[in-house]
């Protein structure tokens, strides 16, 4: 299982992170999030963020 991320946390890397639900199933909705920043929030509670497409550029 892939390490997953808060909403509210800080991003470790930029790039495409997709939502999951509170038993890890997939949702299809991602959002771009940029290093450092915070992660936005979800639609519903429990969600959280794992990062399916990395930046490729530094």
Do not use: C, H, N
């Amino acid at each position: 299982m892939p390490k997953t991320f808060k909403p509210g946390e800080t991003a470790p890397r930029s790039g495409q992170y997709e939502i999951v639900g509170p038993r890890g199933g997939r949702t299809g909705i991602e959002r771009t999030v940029v290093r450092d920043e915070p992660l936005p929030p979800t639609k519903a509670p429990g969600q959280r963020f794992i990062l399916t497409d990395p930046t490729k550029t530094k």
